[in-house]
Nanobody, 123 residues
Framework: QVQLVESGGGLVQAGGSLRLSCAASGRTFSNYVMGWFRQAPGKEREFLAARAWSGGTYYSDSVKDRFIISRDNAKNTVYLQINSLKPDDTAVYYC?????????????????WGQGTQVTVSS
């Protein structure tokens, strides 16, 4: 059974930075894409970034200048560095995985999800 556990969220001031982590377990994640989404109250879940096993990296245009995704395949862990935080970044941040190498922003096509970690940015 796949388990994804996020950590690293919290309350930060605008302009600050956070590094989120997601540790995956329950299977081998070679040939899996690992990615990050977020969901603010009253909004749909939004794709942020993803990284394939091979290293291919993909970002939403809305965050590509401030977010950096990285992945440690040996540890089955994916990270999201968030810089220059804004109040609009306030949301629950979710880690997700999907098999293969194709990245999609459609949340329904990702197979497994973490429980989420809250990020709150104060102005």
């Amino acid at each position: 059974q796949v388990q994804l556990v996020e950590s690293g969220g919290g309350l930060v001031q605008a302009g600050g930075s956070l590094r989120l982590s997601c540790a995956a377990s329950g299977r081998t994640f070679s040939n899996y894409v690992m990615g990050w989404f977020r969901q603010a109250p009253g909004k749909e879940r939004e794709f942020l970034a993803a990284r394939a096993w091979s290293g291919g990296t993909y970002y939403s245009d809305s965050v590509k200048d401030r977010f950096i995704i990285s992945r440690d395949n040996a540890k089955n862990t994916v990270y999201l560095q968030i810089n220059s935080l804004k109040p609009d970044d306030t949301a629950v941040y979710y880690c997700a995985v999907r098999p293969g190498t194709v990245v999609t922003g459609a949340a329904r096509l990702w197979t497994d999800w973490g429980q989420g970690t809250q990020v709150t940015v104060s102005s």
